[in-house]
């Protein structure tokens, strides 16, 4: 049984470009969510789907950043004109749905933005 | 505004010994639940252990088991019978029922746990 899926692992992009990172959610979890780990600021949440649908981005820097979920499989985080302080792990996970399921991590897309 | 607090940031152990790491929370909500994961040094989020907040027993998954403290925001993580292998980053998190973002986690900081022979 797979776990939750993100690739690259790794990206490098320069100041003002854009970077996509994808996540692959475990086979039969509805609910999925992104977070962001630094050093400074620990582990933060950004934004949540369920069956697909976004539910709570509460956690997303309002420009720049966006979510989607095109199908149940998978999920695309695109940062528009990264900058240096968007540099760090971006983390999904995934959940059989919500309210008190565990979630289940991804090993993370580390961000360098130089 | 819920919260999570880890106060210790590094533990070191020596095998075989064990060990608690301690978390207190804040929340507003009657109804929450209380995770337990581990982070290893290559960066994987491992889940350990959870503790619904209206159960009173504590929950115990092999060698990992919680002391819950409801009056006292409190939930400690043990770990009996350490082995080297339990060397990581160890957070502690919060989800609430029914207030603002029910579905998120709120992390705490981490510990950090040194298992040594």
């Known amino acids: 049984n797979a776990g939750v899926i993100q690739t690259p692992r790794h990206k490098v992009t320069g100041k003002g470009q854009e970077a996509t990172l994808w996540c692959e959610p475990i086979?039969?979890?509805?609910?999925v969510f992104w977070y962001r780990q630094t050093i400074v600021q620990g582990l933060e949440f950004l934004t949540y789907?369920?069956?697909?649908?976004?539910?709570?981005d509460s956690g997303m820097p309002k420009e720049r950043f966006s979510a989607q979920m095109p199908n149940q499989s998978h999920s695309t985080l695109k940062i528009q004109s990264t900058q240096p302080q968007d540099s760090a792990v971006y983390l999904c996970?995934?959940?059989?749905?919500?309210?008190?399921?565990?979630?289940?991590f991804g090993p993370g897309t580390r961000l360098t933005v130089l | 505004a819920q919260k999570v607090t880890q106060t210790q940031t590094s533990i070191s152990v020596v095998e075989k010994t064990t060990v608690t790491m301690d978390c207190v929370y804040e929340?507003?909500?009657?109804?929450?639940?209380l995770f337990w994961y581990k982070q290893t040094a290559s960066g994987e989020i491992v889940f350990l252990i959870r503790?619904?907040?209206?159960?009173?027993e504590n929950a115990t998954v092999g060698h990992y088991s919680l002391n819950f403290q409801k009056p006292k925001s409190s939930i400690g993580l043990i770990i009996t019978a350490t082995q080297i292998e339990d060397s990581a980053v160890y957070f502690c998190a919060m989800r609430e029922a029914f207030t603002g973002s029910f579905n998120k986690l709120t992390f705490g900081a981490g510990t950090r746990l040194a298992v040594c022979p």
């Open positions: 789907f369920r069956n697909q649908a976004p539910i709570d």
């Open positions: 086979s039969g979890h509805s609910a």
């Open positions: 996970a995934s959940s059989l749905g919500g309210g008190s399921y565990e979630q289940y």
């Open positions: 503790q619904d907040s209206y159960k009173k």
């Open positions: 929340t507003r909500d009657s109804s929450y639940f």
